[in-house]
């Protein structure tokens, strides 16, 4: 990380980190630990009372790993060479390895961009568990102001899978796409000429490509109008619901923040910043089924249709390019998963952001990093034959 960002007083015109530039790839490290002086955020406090993290008592392996370009490696080969920031490896719910890389500590909060997605599922699984939330019903139930654009016909199931008709593209490299345009109206970059003011703003303005209810397209707008749902459902905006549902009943350790939107609305797709070891703990509450100790935070039910959702749910993603990356895939209440056998859960942001969680193995792997692109087949695919290559040595198993 380059030390004369934000350093001295005040800092050297090139050193400024700041909402112009703060996602270019040699001011990523500094920002995704300090969001919250860039952008506004609201808290998502944690309680008086965390879920320990009892030490294993076997040590980390470093097994061998086949890279994406067909080179033999070590999980340490990999890590050293994916940017990672921290990362934590959990065994039957204990801590096998915790270790944290150019300046970050244990009570850092890190940017989890959509891995946050996973968080807003969660809340709207506990919402319909609740009898809060129903996924069968129109987005527009719940926020009628939607029927006037793309969102119209859409069921709140089909936001929870990104199967919806909207036109929307995700391309981060194109700063003409509705995904950067979409940034600019959260408050994630300055506002040019015409832009709609706040995240709702700008959901009312998407058209529509093609029917609801199709293929799987990875759209972030989809989460943003989940979230909207979710604080229609409930009456609460998203940062108290995560503390209330989710962070608090799980164990969390520290505070998280989330980034809020020039009018403050939270920014479901990606604002999330938090500890290394709070999102280990998600990961090991989703290996847990849900539960942590005797109390069932997530609805069982919600994690087990996640985990089998049907032959329609994976045909819609066998149809897209997804697949060469996570064979076998399916994406389901805002959740990633892929199979070569026993299904693993996957929960996943831009520029490195992954927990993985093997629920056979009983292997949970929280990292976070700092890629200077937003996405790299070559990082990505490395990681995940890693963390594969880590479940199969510590379980004793010889699964691919």
């Known amino acids: 990380m380059r030390p004369d960002l934000m350093a001295g007083f005040p800092p050297s015109p090139d050193g400024v980190v700041d909402l112009s530039n703060w996602q270019e790839p040699d001011r990523l490290p500094w920002a995704f630990r300090h969001l919250r002086e ?18 294993a008592a076997t040590g980390l392996p470093n ?7 067909g080179r033999q490696s070590t999980w340490e080969e990999v890590l050293a060479d994916t940017h990672t920031d ?6 039957d719910g204990a801590v096998v390895d915790e270790r944290y890389f150019a300046g970050m500590t244990d009570t850092s909060r890190h940017l989890i961009m959509s891995v946050s997605k996973s968080l807003v599922g969660c809340v709207a699984g506990v919402l319909a568990g609740q009898g809060r939330l129903d996924p069968a019903v129109p987005v527009t139930d719940y926020v009628p102001e939607m029927d006037g654009c793309g969102y119209r016909g859409a069921m709140v199931r089909d936001v929870l899978d990104m199967r919806t008709g909207i036109a929307f593209s995700e391309a981060y490299t194109d700063a003409d796409s509705e995904v950067r345009a979409m940034e600019r109206a959260l408050g994630w970059a300055p506002l040019q000429p015409g832009d709609p003011r706040g995240g709702y703003a700008f959901l009312r303005t998407i058209g529509t490509s093609g029917p609801h209810g199709g293929r799987f397209t990875y759209r972030s707008a989809d989460t943003d109008m989940l979230g909207w749902v979710c604080e229609r459902a ?21 505070d998280a923040d989330i980034t809020c939107d020039p009018v403050g609305i939270a920014v479901h797709d990606g604002g999330v910043s938090l500890t290394l070891r709070d999102l280990a703990r998600f990961g090991r509450m989703l290996a847990d089924g849900g539960r942590v100790g005797d109390r069932q935070v997530i609805p ?15 045909d819609a993603f066998a149809r897209t390019d997804n697949v060469t990356m996570l064979p076998g895939g399916w994406y389901r209440n805002q959740f990633w998963f892929y199979s070569a056998g026993d299904p693993v859960l996957l929960c996943l942001g831009i520029h490195g952001q992954l927990v993985y969680v093997d629920r056979v ?22 990681t995940l ?4 290559a880590l479940a199969r040595a510590l379980s004793g198993s010889d699964r691919v």
């Open 38 to 55: 860039i952008i506004p955020t609201q808290p998502i406090s944690a309680g008086t009372d965390p879920a320990p993290l009892r030490a």
């Open 63 to 69: 097994p061998q790993v086949l890279r994406l370009d």
């Open 86 to 91: 921290a990362v934590m490896v959990l065994h």
């Open 234 to 254: 409930a009456g609460v905006r998203m940062a108290d619901l995560i503390s209330t549902l989710i962070w608090r009943p799980m164990g969390a350790e520290f």
């Open 300 to 314: 069982a039910g919600w994690l087990a249709d996640a985990y089998d959702p049907g032959a329609e749910v994976r």
């Open 361 to 382: 193995a009983r292997v949970v792997v929280a990292k976070l990093s700092s890629w200077p692109d937003p996405q790299h087949a070559g990082y990505l695919g490395d």
């Open 385 to 388: 034959r890693g963390c594969a």
